[in-house]
């Protein structure tokens, strides 16, 4: 087994912590290892449904050799703790500032708590989040470096597996306890603690756990396992009942996406073999559509097919994850590359219980075609070759003769479908390999590639495992192959940052993960300048007249606004609607990590069209979806996972013939379940079915929520198919949509507008 590198340890440790001030300087006088219990570790599992059972080991204090008679060593240990509003629940021993205690040796920086190994100050865990008697994780810190202080000879003896690093000089490792007597008493090791599992509990879920709160109906969590261990962590899972999703591997270990109950949080933090608890997230594309922002992109080097000093991208390749690119439009046509013309998954779930499932079932996901229209139009601000201009007459404050050519109008882009709506189980890891195996592999290329990613985790701000994979992707993007295959990534840094309209104010720490991380590029937006100053009704006022007859009547009138104007009156501005930083603000020192990188025009941006897109008419918007070639063999169930956004109102579900199919298709039931894989209980019709807010069990739609649709068959033979989904969303008023449309219309067939820091990311990429 191929072991991981040290920089793929310091990675997941950063999750751990997410701290981003690392430094030590020397040693400090040797401090006491404080003593453990050893009390014998329940014989089985308990179920997640089961009261939890009392925990033995206590983390009540760190030990060390006490200068107490120096006022500057004891004063931070007497004073009282001080309030922590915007991280309420992270513990601490030590009333010492971050930005101090950052830099010393005898600090521990986790994300959920801040040690100093010389204090005596009670750490406060609560009794049901702290470690279990006999666990195999523990946090050391040694006095120098910790390859010098535990030697390649020592861990091999004592069977201790580093797993990550953690500032200041510890590491997390995995050790039998049966060996803490012999690393307590080694020379330079100033101390060994428990690690508990109120320290691997993301931010995002501390206080449900804290509080023993319940978690949401049909909440989904990803649980990452230590390396190797990934078989027996599944094993227990199972053996707890719960529904393991999903399972993928990553450089810091196996990773499962699990279906739990509402009670079932802290025991999946309770059990020794997972590393690390967070929300499970979709994806969702940086694209403002919803606050009806669009435009054209007006720097001078558009105006003709030029670039400055002839740099075209041409000989580049620049990967796009996105919905797909229209591989058909003329300004980008043989340019477009995918590993097939249309890509195959294999189901995501057969893989994990192929004895019970045992059919072929395969999601046609073309990297070719682009349903939803977001995927080409990045392609375009990226390399469109702008052929098409000159069909483009009327574009409002654009200069006569205007060029909609990329940024590179001669580079190849490599294309990789990801589907937030019918594929969001796929991992970050999948997504990086691709890529990097098609560059370094299949071209035999051996230049970083660029990618364009022009999503987010929109729930998400958090440093997690998807920011830290990507970290890694950066030095590594195929971490299992020899040598390094490094790339370059480029994020879209979200659309949350609800800012004023002059460029100011905000949401401060709403950058969207992945592109919290650290060594990705993550890109803001900003206006672009067309003084647009369409009228929109906003609303509507009554006004009272009197009529000839003396009769008094109300009169609806319409409120005129602007609307497109405060976005394009400028060219430095940031946009409102643009995340913005800083990132771990009171995590990663006081004042955080600067993000956004950069900033490009991300309003109004004018850029290819997909042939699928369609302008929205009214104030609904239907997301359409198909999956080809589907088969389930008699007596089986086979499950489908679907994002169903906040603002949807109706979801829609079809089983349709398949074109490919030898025999006729016999009506086939369907079975709907909120975050878990559906049962025979939760049939919900036939061929076809409707879920909304409104109706009962299993029919009522939760909207924010993974649904899995699972498809059976009755018959006597193999059934193949094709899966349908329709989701409604409600949109902006239709006037909006009116005047977007005589916009769009002008720029028809080949273009339209669209804005977000979608359309920021690929003018940096």
Same mark, same amino acid.
């Given at each position: 087994?191929?072991?991981?590198?040290?920089?793929?340890?310091?990675?997941?440790?950063?999750?751990?912590?997410?701290?981003?001030?690392?430094?030590?300087?020397?040693?400090?006088?040797?401090?006491?290892?404080?003593?453990?219990?050893?009390?014998?570790?329940?014989?089985?599992?308990?179920?997640?449904?089961?009261?939890?059972?009392?925990?033995?080991?206590?983390?009540?204090?760190?030990?060390?050799?006490?200068?107490?008679?120096?006022?500057?060593?004891?004063?931070?240990?007497?004073?009282?703790?001080?309030?922590?509003?915007?991280?309420?629940?992270?513990?601490?021993?030590?009333?010492?500032?971050?930005? @101090?205690?950052?830099?010393?040796?005898?600090?521990?920086?986790?994300?959920?708590?801040?040690?100093?190994?010389?204090?005596?100050?009670?750490?406060?865990?609560?009794?049901?989040?702290?470690?279990?008697?006999?666990?195999?994780?523990?946090?050391?810190? /040694?006095?120098?470096?910790?390859?010098?202080?535990?030697?390649?000879?020592?861990?091999?003896?004592?069977?201790?597996?580093? @797993?990550?690093?953690?500032?200041?000089?510890?590491?997390?490792?995995?050790?039998?306890?049966?060996?803490?007597?012999?690393?307590?008493?080694?020379?330079?090791?100033?101390?060994?603690?428990?690690?508990?599992?109120?320290?691997?509990?993301?931010?995002?879920?501390?206080?449900?756990?804290?509080?023993?709160?319940?978690?949401?109906?049909?909440?989904?969590?990803?649980?990452?396992?230590?390396?190797? *261990?990934?078989?027996?962590?599944?094993?227990?899972?199972?053996?707890?009942?719960?529904?393991?999703?999903?399972?993928?591997?990553?450089?810091?270990?196996?990773?499962?996406?699990?279906?739990?109950?509402?009670?079932?949080?802290?025991?999946?933090?309770?059990?020794?073999?997972?590393?690390?608890?967070?929300?499970?997230?979709?994806?969702?594309?940086?694209?403002?559509?919803?606050?009806?922002?669009?435009?054209?992109?007006?720097?001078?080097?558009? *105006?003709?097919?030029?670039?400055?000093?002839?740099?075209?991208?041409?000989?580049?390749? @620049?990967?796009?994850?996105?919905?797909?690119?229209?591989?058909?439009?003329?300004?980008?046509?043989?340019?477009?590359?995918?590993?097939?013309?249309?890509?195959?998954?294999?189901?995501?779930?057969?893989?994990?219980?192929?004895?019970?499932?045992?059919?072929?079932?395969?999601?046609?996901?073309?990297?070719?075609?682009?349903?939803?229209?977001?995927?080409?139009?990045?392609?375009?601000?990226?390399?469109?070759?702008?052929?098409?201009?000159?069909?483009?007459?009327?574009?409002?404050?654009?200069?006569?003769?205007?060029?909609?050519?990329?940024?590179?109008?001669?580079?190849?882009?490599?294309?990789?479908?990801?589907?937030?709506?019918?594929?969001?189980?796929?991992?970050?890891?999948?997504?990086?390999?691709?890529?990097?195996?098609?560059?370094?592999?299949?071209?035999?290329?051996?230049?970083?590639?660029?990618?364009?990613?022009?999503?987010?985790?929109?729930?998400?701000?958090?440093?997690?495992?998807?920011?830290?994979?990507?970290?890694?992707?950066?030095?590594?993007?195929?971490?299992?192959?020899?040598?390094?295959?490094?790339?370059?990534?480029?994020?879209?840094?979200?659309?949350?940052?609800?800012?004023?309209?002059?460029?100011?104010?905000?949401?401060?720490?709403?950058?969207?993960?992945?592109?919290?991380?650290?060594?990705?590029?993550?890109?803001?937006?900003?206006?672009?300048?067309?003084?647009?100053?369409?009228?929109?009704?906003?609303?509507?006022?009554?006004?009272?007249?009197?009529?000839?007859?003396?009769?008094?009547?109300?009169?609806?009138?319409?409120?005129?606004?602007?609307?497109?104007?405060?976005?394009?009156?400028?060219?430095?501005?940031?946009?409102?609607?643009?995340?913005?930083?800083?990132?771990?603000?009171?995590?990663?020192?006081?004042?955080?990590?600067?993000?956004?990188?950069?900033?490009?025009?991300?309003?109004?941006?004018?850029? /290819?069209?997909?042939?699928?897109?369609?302008?929205?008419?009214?104030?609904?918007?239907?997301?359409?979806?198909?999956?080809?070639?589907?088969?389930?063999?008699?007596?089986?169930?086979?499950?489908?996972?679907?994002?169903?956004?906040?603002?949807?109102?109706?979801?829609? @579900?079809?089983?349709?013939?398949?074109?490919?199919?030898?025999?006729?298709?016999?009506?086939?039931?369907?079975?709907?379940?909120?975050?878990?894989?559906?049962?025979?209980?939760?049939?919900?019709?036939?061929?076809?079915?409707?879920?909304?807010? *409104?109706?009962?069990?299993?029919?009522?739609?939760?909207?924010?929520?993974?649904?899995?649709?699972?498809?059976?068959?009755?018959?006597?033979? /193999?059934?193949?198919?094709?899966?349908?989904?329709?989701?409604?969303?409600?949109?902006?008023?239709?006037?909006?949509?009116?005047?977007?449309?005589?916009?769009?219309?002008?720029?028809?067939?080949?273009?339209?507008?669209?804005?977000?820091?979608?359309?920021?990311?690929?003018?940096?990429?």
């Amino acid at each position: 087994m191929m072991r991981l590198s040290g920089r793929l340890r310091a990675g997941l440790g950063m999750v751990i912590l997410g701290l981003g001030l690392w430094y030590w300087h020397g040693t400090r006088p040797s401090v006491t290892v404080p003593s453990q219990e050893d009390a014998q570790a329940a014989s089985s599992l308990r179920s997640l449904t089961q009261q939890p059972s009392t925990l033995l080991t206590r983390l009540d204090e760190v030990s060390r050799h006490a200068t107490e008679s120096h006022a500057e060593v004891v004063a931070p240990f007497l004073e009282n703790l001080p309030e922590d509003p915007d991280h309420p629940h992270r513990l601490r021993n030590t009333s010492t500032r971050l930005n @101090v205690l950052s830099r010393l040796d005898e600090a521990i920086l986790l994300n959920n708590a801040l040690l100093d190994t010389r204090s005596k100050r009670k750490l406060g865990i609560p009794e049901h989040l702290q470690a279990p008697a006999r666990t195999h994780a523990f946090l050391v810190q /040694t006095e120098t470096d910790f390859d010098r202080v535990i030697t390649a000879e020592i861990m091999e003896t004592f069977g201790l597996v580093k @797993v990550s690093y953690i500032p200041n000089q510890t590491w997390l490792v995995r050790l039998h306890p049966d060996q803490l007597p012999q690393l307590r008493n080694l020379a330079g090791v100033r101390a060994v603690i428990p690690y508990a599992p109120y320290f691997k509990i993301s931010e995002a879920l501390l206080e449900q756990a804290a509080d023993q709160l319940d978690l949401d109906r049909g909440t989904m969590l990803r649980l990452t396992s230590y390396p190797g *261990e990934g078989t027996q962590t599944r094993s227990a899972l199972v053996s707890m009942g719960v529904d393991v999703l999903h399972q993928s591997t990553s450089p810091f270990g196996e990773q499962f996406v699990v279906g739990v109950p509402p009670q079932g949080l802290v025991p999946l933090a309770q059990l020794d073999l997972v590393q690390w608890v967070e929300p499970f997230e979709h994806r969702a594309f940086a694209n403002d559509l919803t606050r009806v922002l669009v435009g054209v992109d007006l720097e001078t080097t558009n *105006e003709t097919n030029q670039n400055h000093h002839g740099l075209s991208g041409e000989g580049m390749w @620049v990967n796009v994850n996105d919905t797909g690119i229209d591989s058909s439009h003329p300004d980008l046509g043989t340019r477009v590359y995918s590993d097939d013309f249309s890509r195959f998954f294999p189901d995501s779930f057969s893989s994990l219980e192929n004895e019970d499932r045992g059919s072929d079932s395969r999601t046609v996901l073309s990297a070719h075609r682009d349903l939803l229209g977001h995927g080409t139009h990045v392609a375009g601000i990226i390399a469109s070759s702008g052929e098409n201009s000159p069909t483009v007459t009327n574009v409002i404050n654009s200069a006569t003769n205007a060029n909609f050519h990329g940024m590179a109008p001669k580079a190849r882009i490599y294309s990789l479908a990801i589907d937030p709506l019918a594929g969001p189980l796929e991992s970050d890891e999948v997504i990086q390999s691709d890529a990097a195996t098609f560059n370094y592999i299949t071209r035999g290329r051996t230049n970083a590639m660029i990618s364009n990613n022009s999503w987010n985790y929109p729930d998400s701000q958090e440093y997690g495992l998807s920011a830290a994979s990507f970290d890694a992707a950066v030095r590594d993007a195929l971490p299992f192959e020899e040598g390094d295959q490094p790339m370059v990534y480029v994020f879209s840094a979200g659309n949350d940052g609800n800012g004023q309209f002059n460029g100011r104010g905000g949401a401060s720490g709403s950058i969207l993960a992945p592109a919290t991380a650290k060594n990705v590029i993550t890109v803001g937006a900003i206006e672009s300048l067309r003084y647009l100053t369409n009228e929109v009704i906003t609303g509507y006022m009554d006004q009272v007249t009197t009529n000839d007859v003396g009769v008094a009547e109300t009169n609806q009138i319409p409120i005129l606004e602007k609307a497109f104007l405060p976005e394009t009156d400028s060219s430095t501005e940031v946009a409102a609607f643009s995340s913005r930083g800083n990132v771990g603000v009171g995590v990663e020192g006081e004042g955080g990590r600067f993000k956004p990188d950069v900033v490009a025009p991300g309003t109004f941006i004018v850029s /290819t069209r997909s042939k699928h897109w369609e302008n929205p008419e009214n104030d609904q918007e239907v997301t359409f979806a198909r999956r080809e070639g589907l088969s389930v063999n008699p007596g089986e169930l086979i499950p489908n996972a679907f994002f169903v956004p906040m603002e949807a109102v109706e979801m829609r @579900v079809r089983i349709r013939p398949n074109a490919d199919a030898p025999l006729a298709l016999p009506d086939l039931p369907i079975y709907v379940a909120l975050g878990r894989f559906p049962t025979a209980e939760d049939l919900a019709g036939s061929n076809e079915v409707i879920l909304d807010p *409104e109706s009962e069990e299993p029919l009522k739609l939760y909207p924010g929520n993974i649904y899995f649709i699972s498809v059976g068959n009755d018959s006597s033979s /193999t059934a193949v198919f094709d899966l349908e989904t329709e989701i409604v969303t409600e949109e902006e008023k239709e006037d909006y949509f009116k005047q977007l449309g005589e916009m769009n219309d002008g720029l028809a067939p080949h273009y339209r507008m669209e804005s977000g820091t979608s359309m920021a990311a690929p003018v940096v990429s």
